[in-house]
């Protein structure tokens, strides 16, 4: 067995960050066959996810997301690639959230609504 804990700070607050979860507790049944259980609470909420292989949970609060995974022994061979995996879907996520949301904030400290961008 091998375990895998990955922490991240964000400051997108309790809405966001909750949406984000949600979409990928979503991604990660589609993409991996996880079976998720999603429990909101006043101030978190937690992801639990299992698949064959694989058990683990999402903490997820205003401001870190947490999570902390038990490979079995055929995936456990694999936990340096799968947890660097889980990082960099996480920072890129979190960089993504902080791309966006910092044109926001510097045109509404200028007191001046914001602009969409097409792509």
């Known amino acids: 067995m091998a ?3 990955v922490l991240r700070a964000h400051s997108l607050g309790l809405t966001r960050a909750r949406e984000i979860a949600m979409s990928w507790a979503e991604e ?8 998720c259980t999603i429990h909101e609470g ?12 694989v058990k683990g949970r999402l903490e997820v609060t205003g401001d870190s997301f947490e999570m902390t995974a ?17 990082e960099r879907g996480l920072d890129e996520l979190l960089a993504k959230e902080a791309a966006t949301a910092a044109p926001a ?11 969409r961008r097409r792509t």
């Open 28 to 35: 990660v049944e589609q993409r991996y066959g996880m079976a």
């Open 70 to 86: 038990t490979l079995g022994m055929l995936l456990g061979a694999f936990k340096a690639n799968i947890e660097s995996e889980i």
């Open 42 to 53: 006043e101030d978190s909420d937690t992801v639990e996810f299992v698949r064959s292989g």
């Open 3 to 5: 375990d895998i804990h």
């Open 105 to 115: 904030t510097a045109t509404a400290a200028a007191g001046k609504p914001a602009k």
